[in-house]
């Protein structure tokens, strides 16, 4: 099983570009997430969707947008990157539902911006 | 609010040796508790997790934690440690309540010496 597949796995951008981290999963998860991962801050959540259609702002959404347009993929996207934005990205899913929270995470993309 | 402590950043031990990282949370009401691992340059896998039931919950890689509802902690033991664990170990505390959102601590480096 692939689980949760990240692209690209390394991205370097200069500040002002934009771009868009992929993801998707084949476990037909209802809930989907992105985090950054910072040095001694732990996993930040950026934005999540609990299903086709439905997103919403998690602790640090700024300089980011996502959408969900099929069960399966929930891409992320920087529209004029910045330095601050610098860091590991991963993005996460779990089943729906009064789950009990176990998250299944793809590999990490490593942004740089410059 | 909830919020969850990893008070050790980084925890050396000698190889073979016992280790504990620690976690205390805070919250009000009934919670799920999960340990996961992430391994250099991958991404968090689950260790361990705590529903109901025993308050002794064991893991993959001979990892156990015990949830201690009086302490509101959730601390990771392993009797014997190896070079294969050097990892970075992450706790995180759900809202029983709640239908997605972790909460998550900021990551114990676990670093084994030889």
């Known amino acids: 099983n692939a689980g949760v597949t990240q692209t690209p796995k390394f991205q370097v951008l200069k500040t002002g570009q934009s771009m868009t981290l992929q993801c998707a999963q084949d476990?037909?998860?209802?809930?989907m997430s992105w985090y950054r991962q910072d040095p001694g801050m732990g996993l930040r959540l950026i934005h999540y969707s609990v299903g086709a259609g439905i997103t919403d702002q998690g602790e640090v959404p700024n300089g980011y947008n996502v959408s969900r347009s099929t069960t399966e993929d929930f891409p992320l996207r920087l529209l004029s990157a910045a330095p601050s934005q610098t860091s590991v990205y991963f993005c996460?899913?779990?089943?729906?539902?009064?789950?009990?929270?176990?998250?299944?995470f793809g590999e990490g993309s490593r942004l740089t911006v410059l | 609010a909830q919020s969850v402590t990893q008070l050790d950043s980084q925890v050396p031990v000698f190889e073979e040796a016992p280790v504990e990282l620690r976690c205390n949370y805070s919250s009000s009401v009934s919670v799920y508790l999960f340990w996961y691992v992430q391994y250099p340059n991958q991404g968090l896998q689950l260790l361990l997790k705590?529903?109901?039931?025993s308050t002794l919950v064991k893991g993959i890689n001979g990892f156990e934690a015990e949830f201690n509802k009086s302490q509101t902690s959730f601390h990771l033991r392993k009797p014997s440690v190896h070079i294969s664990d050097t990892a970075e170990y992450f706790c995180?505390?759900?809202?029983?309540?709640?239908?997605?959102?972790?909460?998550w601590g900021a990551g114990t480096k676990l670093i084994i010496k030889p």
């Open positions: 476990m037909n998860h209802e809930y």
């Open positions: 995180a505390v759900k809202n029983s309540g709640s239908n997605y959102q972790l909460i």
């Open positions: 705590y529903l109901s039931g």
């Open positions: 996460a899913s779990s089943y729906g539902g009064q789950n009990t929270g176990e998250l299944f």
